[in-house]
């Protein structure tokens, strides 16, 4: 019975195959003919266009052959041909067969390791945080604020709006505004998957000689979470994704978009870009720009990361945490109204002032004289 379920699937696996190969030498042609093409061009024009299809069909190519190979191989594993040793007879295969499903599920079974010195933790209101101590380079640290909702989760007329919420909301802030000159480098930049915002920052403001987390915390807070969606930087920010995605249209870019819809046909990485669509980036009206940040925006979709020589114990880093973000209320502040987010901000402010106040003596030896490159300056970049 083992063998005949082997050879069936063998018999599966090779008319498959056999499938794809034909499929493969019509893109084969294909690429011939382009290169065909490309050498007996009779101008640059045509030529340099022939180019550029032939790369095109290459690369159609090679991702179609990887994606066939795939498949064929997951059918032969579920096909058991993979667990078993051709030559041998039914009770040897079983054997085989048995043992190797039992190793593979002691394998998946196993958990990895998990970094002893990570610390994670979840407020009250969903937040999630993850803390890893690195004295590398010593009396600086970063803060990354991740939002797991990027280009992919965008619908047929919101593409492109992932990444001009991003630009809004950070460049918008004044309190990222307040970083510059301390030392400090804020960015930000969008993914098909999330949009995150971080900044890199000394342990001590270099003007003030005040401890830098919190004022970095607040600032982080203020983005995700009470943005100001001005009309002027609404349209500010909407001509500089535009200015962006010109300047990203090239050749190599429209390549890559070309193999991740085939890689990728069967889900929205295959046509959602983060750049997204011009045409409808000049047609949005202001309302779907705020409707996307209060649709994904909330403290159970963020996650926050702090890596470096921190200079307070990590219950400490915990507790500034729960100041800066505890108070917004779970679930979409757009529920909650504007007014709830302004006044947890201010109350954010004046706890964060006092613990400044209150820790600045805990860094009697922060003078700001760390090395640093960077001035403040922000960038924006869409993946």
């Known amino acids: ?57 290459c ?20 096909a058991g041909v993979a667990d078993s040793p051709t030559g041998t007879d039914s009770s040897s295969s079983s054997s085989s067969s048995s043992s190797g499903s039992s190793s593979s599920s002691e394998l ?20 999630r945080y993850v803390l890893q101590p690195n004295r590398t380079p010593p009396q600086r640290f970063e803060a990354h604020l991740e939002v797991h909702a990027g280009s992919v989760d965008e619908r047929e007329h919101e593409q492109g709006v992932a990444h001009l919420v991003e630009h809004v909301t950070f460049l918008g802030s004044k309190r990222r505004e307040s970083l510059l000159g301390t030392g400090a480098r804020a ?16 342990l001590t403001n270099c003007i003030t000689g005040t401890p830098m987390l919190p004022q970095v915390l607040e600032a982080l807070a203020e983005i995700a979470f009470v943005p ?31 193999l991740l819809t085939h890689l990728h046909a069967e889900n929205n990485l295959g046509c959602r870009f983060p750049i997204g669509k011009t045409e409808q980036v000049k047609a949005w009206e202001h309302a779907i720009v705020q409707h996307f940040w209060a649709k994904w925006y909330f403290p159970g979709n963020v ?15 915990i507790r500034l945490i729960e100041a800066s973000f505890g108070g917004f209320p779970a679930g979409s502040l757009a529920d909650h109204g504007a007014d ?6 201010e109350r954010i402010t004046a706890n964060g002032s006092s613990s400044s106040s209150s820790s600045n003596g805990e860094v009697s030896n922060g003078n700001g004289s760390s090395s640093s490159n960077g001035n403040g300056t922000a960038a924006i970049s869409a993946a």
């Open 59 to 78: 690369l159609q190519a090679r991702a179609f052959l990887k994606s066939a190979l795939r498949q064929c191989t997951c059918n032969a594993l579920q």
């Open 187 to 202: 960015n930000a930049y969008t993914d098909f998957h999330h949009t995150v915002f971080h900044v890199h920052a000394p």
């Open 303 to 317: 996650t926050l990361y702090i890596v470096g020589d921190l200079d307070r114990p990590t219950e400490e880093v």
């Open 108 to 127: 998946l079974s196993q958990r990895v390791k998990g970094n002893e010195q990570l610390i994670t933790g979840q407020l009250s209101n969903g937040l």
């Open 340 to 345: 709830v987010a302004a006044a947890v901000l």
């Open 228 to 258: 100001q969606f001005l009309p002027m930087r609404i349209e500010k920010e909407r001509k500089a994704v535009l200015a962006e995605a010109q300047m990203m249209n090239t050749i190599e870019y429209r390549i890559d978009c070309q």
């Open 1 to 57: 019975m083992q063998g005949q379920r082997q050879n069936s699937g063998l018999a599966a696996c090779l008319s498959l195959l056999s499938v794809h190969t034909s499929r493969l030498c019509t893109l084969w042609q294909y690429c011939s003919h382009t290169l065909a093409c490309m050498i007996n061009a009779r101008t640059p024009q045509t030529g340099k266009l022939a180019v550029h299809e032939y790369q095109l069909a």
